[in-house]
């Protein structure tokens, strides 16, 4: 019993940690820190967004009333990945203190057209242009267009208007 509790504090002890370096990584970027600025918030909003790895997820991340929840599987990723997918849930935490209180607006059936989800791909891709080589963004703006079925004639414009904050 002594040693399954060791090993489950040591699982929980190293994901605390990454949390706190992918919060600190993202505090020094860029990318980050325009996001805080559009959307009029401190770089230190990040120290009270919870974010928890879980494996009870669907999908790669999920924000929930400006939570995050990170799929257990990135563990496995190098923290430029991991960190990606935080700052597109980041995105999504701000637009929800944003629009707190607001009524709620039925949500585009197209999951790439709904502009909550472009506005955090758009900042995701860009923060990943910076950390990454044109060819792996490319593949990942690709297989993002195809892995959502957007049809083959308005492939062009979706990968640019996901690309649209990108600095090349």
């Known amino acids: 019993m002594i040693e399954i509790f060791a090993a489950k504090k040591k699982k929980l002890e190293s994901r605390t940690k990454l949390v706190a370096k992918?919060?600190?990584?993202?505090?020094a970027d860029e990318t980050f820190q325009d996001l805080?600025?559009?959307?009029?918030q401190e770089i230190?909003?990040?120290d009270g967004i919870p974010v928890v790895f879980t494996a009870d997820l669907d999908?790669?991340?999920k924000t929930i009333n400006a939570r995050v929840f990170l799929n257990s599987s990135l563990l496995d990723e190098k923290i430029e990945i991991i960190a990606r997918y935080l700052l597109h849930e980041i995105t999504h935490?701000?637009?929800?203190?944003?629009k707190?209180?607001?009524?709620?607006v039925k949500k585009e059936n197209?999951?790439?057209?709904?502009?909550?989800?472009?506005?955090a791909f758009q900042y995701q891709i860009k923060f990943d242009a910076d950390k990454r080589s044109d060819k792996k963004?490319?593949?990942?703006?690709?297989d993002l267009i195809s892995y959502h079925k957007i049809p083959k004639e308005k492939r062009k414009e979706k990968k640019r208007d996901l690309m649209k904050k990108m600095d090349r």
Do not use: F, S, W
């Open 22 to 27: 992918l919060k600190q990584l993202l505090k």
């Open 36 to 40: 805080c600025k559009e959307y009029d």
């Open 44 to 46: 230190d909003i990040l």
């Open 59 to 61: 999908v790669t991340a």
């Open 93 to 98: 935490c701000l637009q929800h203190m944003k």
């Open 100 to 104: 707190e209180g607001e009524k709620k």
């Open 110 to 119: 197209v999951y790439l057209d709904r502009p909550e989800e472009l506005e």
């Open 137 to 142: 963004v490319n593949d990942y703006v690709n």
